[in-house]
């Protein structure tokens, strides 16, 4: 499966976007989908994951109260409100799915890795 994230863009602080994850080539119903965000000069992180059917959401601490994962399995796509933005929320968000089950974080678990979409939170 591959995923492709879109959605991003400039915004100012307390600010919301939702970025959007769509799958080709395959159903996203047997896999759980997670988000993932790179800001310049770090690691990719974990931001979200939900559960391929049940829709049980698992999130980064730096993010809990603030972003919301959801995902409709009709239409093969998974969401990502983010509520709230601060200039740290400032990365290159991914989505990425797993078979994996529980909660599971790391990025070697996630494949189908398409380009990120930009988001930009200003002060």
């Known amino acids: 499966v591959q995923l492709q994230a879109s959605g991003g863009g400039l915004v100012q602080a307390g600010d919301s976007l939702r970025l959007s994850c769509a799958a080709s080539?395959?159903?996203?119903?047997?896999?759980?989908v997670g988000w993932f965000r790179q800001a310049p000069g770090k690691e990719r992180e974990f931001v979200a994951r939900i559960h391929r059917s049940n829709g049980a959401t698992s999130y980064a601490d730096s993010v809990k109260g603030r972003f919301a994962i959801s995902r409709s399995n009709i239409k093969n796509t998974v969401w990502l409100q983010m509520n709230n933005l601060k200039p740290e929320d400032t990365a290159v968000y991914y989505c990425?799915?797993?078979?994996?089950?529980?909660?599971?974080?790391?990025?070697?678990?996630?494949?189908?890795w398409g380009q990120g979409t930009q988001v930009t939170v200003s002060s």
């Open positions: 080539g395959r159903t996203l119903t047997n896999y759980h």
């Open positions: 990425a799915a797993t078979t994996v089950a529980g909660y599971v974080t790391e990025m070697k678990y996630y494949y189908g």
